[in-house]
């Protein structure tokens, strides 16, 4: 292994782009390696043998796997920057919590809305906006979901950014007329460029893997 840190990865991955954003954030240089997920390497089944999945963090060749439990290693090991998680226990449970909650209701209505149709694709796009709708009602007025600064839930929320335009080309709706706060908040949050080079592009995303895994689904 030829640097200390390694990220095995794929690049339109939200979990993937989390790490990459804390690891931004944190400054810490790090070898990226592009998996194939059609052809996992033996490298990514040895380090993460129970979900065989990317992300992968590899730090002095031992592994830590699952995108939100890395993130809050970046934040424990890299104490140079700011902390991603806030130091009061009820505040670390609760940007916890919205972690989870992303996970749980973001992801899996995002996938339904792109690998469906009809009217079980109508009925996770209601349930998508509902779901930003109650983070923008979490967000309120802040700058970040971690206040004056990036933090834990933004770093677990913001890879979505890169899914925008294929949810709203599937949904065939615009996000900024039902969730204006949350494009606002992404837009703030794509002035870092932590979070600009690690996302990737929207167009790409839809048009590069989106699109053309619908038609190979036969759904459009
Ligand atoms: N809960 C995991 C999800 C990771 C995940 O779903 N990774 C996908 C790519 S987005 C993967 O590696 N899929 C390969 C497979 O399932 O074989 C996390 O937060 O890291
Ligand atoms: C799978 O990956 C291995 C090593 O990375 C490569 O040698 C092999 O040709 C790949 N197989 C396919 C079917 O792409």
Known sequence: MTKVVVLLDFWLSPFGMRVRVALAEKGVEYEYREEDLGNKSQLLLQMNPVHKKIPVLIHNGKPICESLVIVQYIDETWKNKAPLLPSDPYQRAEARFWGDYIDKQIYSCG??????????????????????????????????????????????????????????????????????KIVSWAKTCMQRESVSKSLVDPLKVCHDFVLPRRKTLGLD
Not at 117 to 122: D, L, V
Request: hydrophobic content about 35%.
């Open 111 to 180: 996938r339904r809305l792109w690998t469906t149709k009809g009217e079980e694709q109508e009925a996770a796009k209601k349930e998508l906006i509902e779901c930003f709708k109650v983070l923008e009602e979490h967000l309120g007025d802040r700058t970040y979901f971690g206040g004056d600064n990036l933090g834990f839930v933004d770093v677990a929320l913001i890879p979505f950014y890169s899914w925008f335009y294929a949810f709203e080309t599937c949904g065939n709706f615009k996000m900024e007329e039902w969730c204006p």
